[in-house]
């Protein structure tokens, strides 16, 4: 579905990312990890063309994304950012049917389709009971759920992902996280998660890309990503990595310096 040929891209002088080459597949759930600096939220909005590499390109289902319409990457492909700020006290219903936006012409207004899409986006999510509350007046948790229904009523078929569960508490990582999953095998999307919590990712993702400053250090399996060698060198700390004891997944544990 997304195919990464070649990418880099500068802000500046330094290079943030460099001959990135990656394939995502129609359904997988692949988590982007790595040290901050590394380049994962860079990645992502290149993925979405917010930035434009300087070198390289992306193919959408074959078709170069650059010469895409911003209105119909908005159709295909959802974006649940780290940190979403509305400059105004929208309700959860306005909120979310600004996902609906990339379907209406200049000066056109919701029709009861785009309403009822709106409202099984917040269904599915778990959100329609308090459709009419501000924005403001929601918890963290909630503010995900609201972000994640917007990013269903645009009716993608994929979403990117930043930081998702930061700032939420361990209840509601299980519940996002839940549903993502939901939304993976049930709706059959494509996701792509930029994650620091690196026992999520290994839980949760089909395929892990481990990135070192700005290149792709190693590529595969949470098992094959998630090794001792390959995280105290890209991260340079000493860890202890075993085995979910229920899913049999990696397992990262912190160690004190020094063994005490």
Known sequence: MIEVNSISFRYR???????????????EFVGVIGPNG???????????????????EILF???????MERADIAKRIAVVAQETHLLFPFSVLETVLMGRSPYLGQLM???????????KAMEWTNILPF???????????????????RALAQEPEVFLLDEPTANLDIHHQIDFLDLILTLNRERGLTIVMASHDMNIASEFCDRLILLRGGRIYKMGTPEEVITKENIESVYGCEVWIDQNPISGMPRISLLKKGGH
Do not use: N
């Not at 207004?109 to 409202?119: G, P, Q, T, V």
């Open 13 to 27: 002088e330094d290079w943030a990312l460099q001959d990135i080459s990656f394939r995502v597949e129609k359904g």
């Open 38 to 56: 590394s380049g994962k939220t860079t990645l992502l909005k290149i993925l979405y063309r917010l930035l434009s590499p300087q070198k390289g």
């Open 61 to 67: 289902e074959l078709a170069p994304i650059k010469r």
């Open 109 to 119: 207004f919701e029709s009861e389709k785009d309403l009822e899409i709106a409202k």
């Open 131 to 149: 459709s009419e509350r501000p924005m403001d007046e929601l918890s963290g948790g909630e503010r995900k759920r609201v972000f994640i229904a």
